[in-house]
C-alpha cells in the first residue's frame, strides 16, 4: 500500500461521527450545572446580598474582597457589579445568564485540584448546595449587554447627542444604561434605567425587562 493511500473501510465515517458525537455528549452530561443538584434544596429567588455575598464572604473574600492589601489576580467578589465586571484578560467571574461561561463556576467546579477554588491551603470547601446557588445565580440574573459585543463608542455618543435633545427618548436611556453597566458604572446605568422605568405605562410588559436589567446591577 502507498504510504498517504485513501483508506475508506466500510462504516469508518459513521463511526468516527458517532464516537464525536458521544464525545460531545458525554462533554455536557458531565459538566456541572444547577440542574444537575436534582436534590439540592435552592430558594424560589436567588438574591446576592441574601445568598451570594454570604457564600463568597465567608470562602473567598479574603483573597477577592475588598482588601486590596490582600486581593489575588485582580479580582474583587464584594458586590455584584465586580463580580460581573469583565476582567482585562478577558470573561467573567460571573456571566450572566450562564453559568458554563462563568470563570468562578468554572473554578469551583475544576477536576484538577490544583485549578479548583477554594484553593486547599484556604481550609474551605464549598458543598454542592454553595455550588448550586452560584450556578444558579449566574443563569438566572440578566446581563445588560451581550458578554463580547460592547456597544461601541460611536453609538454611545450618537446616543448621548439624542438624549441631549430628547430628555426622555426611550431608546437613548436603554442604549446608555447598557454602556453604563458594561463600562462598570452601575450607578449611572441605574439611574439612566430608572428614568426608563418611569416613562414605561404600569400594564407594559417592557417594565419587567428594564427592572430586571435594574436588578442585575
Known sequence: MRLGSHIDLPGSRALIVLGVLVGLGLVFLLWPSPASEAHVDLPD??????????????????CHGPDV??????????????????????????????????????????????????????NKTLSPRDIALLGEFAEAITHTAPEDA??????????????????????????????AAEAGNGDQARDLWG????????DSSDRDAVQRAIDSL
Open 45 to 62: 429567588e436567588v438574591d446576592f446580598n441574601d445568598h451570594i455575598r454570604p457564600l463568597l464572604s465567608h470562602n473567598c473574600f479574603v
Open 150 to 179: 460592547p456597544l461601541p463608542a460611536a453609538a454611545v455618543k450618537i446616543f448621548g447627542q439624542i438624549l441631549a435633545l430628547n430628555e426622555t427618548s426611550p431608546v437613548a436611556l436603554w442604549h446608555l444604561g447598557l454602556a
Open 69 to 122: 492589601s490582600t486581593r489575588e489576580a485582580d479580582l474583587r467578589l464584594d458586590t455584584r457589579e465586580h463580580a460581573t465586571a469583565r476582567r482585562e484578560e478577558g470573561g467573567r467571574a460571573i456571566v450572566p445568564g450562564s453559568a458554563r461561561r462563568s470563570l468562578l463556576i468554572q473554578r469551583i467546579t475544576a477536576a484538577d485540584p490544583e485549578e479548583r477554588m477554594p484553593p486547599r491551603e484556604a
Open 195 to 202: 428614568r426608563l422605568l418611569a416613562l414605561i405605562p404600569d
